[in-house]
């Protein structure tokens, strides 16, 4: 089943693909700039201590998974799984409905 989106609708998805792709390189950014500054307080102000590595740990599981969503690496994840998903079980459907026909 395909659908057929018009120019404007085309527009629309695009546009929010792009917004979540520069949502992700933001995270990124904040997420290494952030880090790099906590783990030079950490250094400077306690070495014998390494506690930046749990805020780099936690929060880069956060910005894999984001990226895993945003770039589709992980269909489950992404709203073009749920599109597929969806157009799958309306062919099922539909092939039922005809083998009774």
């Not at 590595?53 to 994840?77: A, N, Q, R, T």
Request: hydrophobic share 45%.
């Amino acid at each position: 089943m395909e659908m057929n989106f018009s120019e404007e609708d085309k527009y629309f998805l695009a546009k929010k693909k792009v917004e979540s792709i520069k949502g992700f390189y933001g995270n990124l950014v904040s997420f290494i700039l952030i880090n790099a500054i906590l783990i030079f307080i950490n250094l400077y102000t306690s070495p014998q201590y390494l506690w930046f590595f749990w805020p780099l740990l936690w929060w880069g599981i956060g910005v894999v998974f984001h990226g895993l969503k945003v770039f589709d690496v992980l269909p489950v994840l992404g709203k073009d799984w749920e599109e597929r998903k969806i157009k799958e079980y309306m062919e099922k459907e539909k092939e039922n409905k005809n083998k009774w026909k």
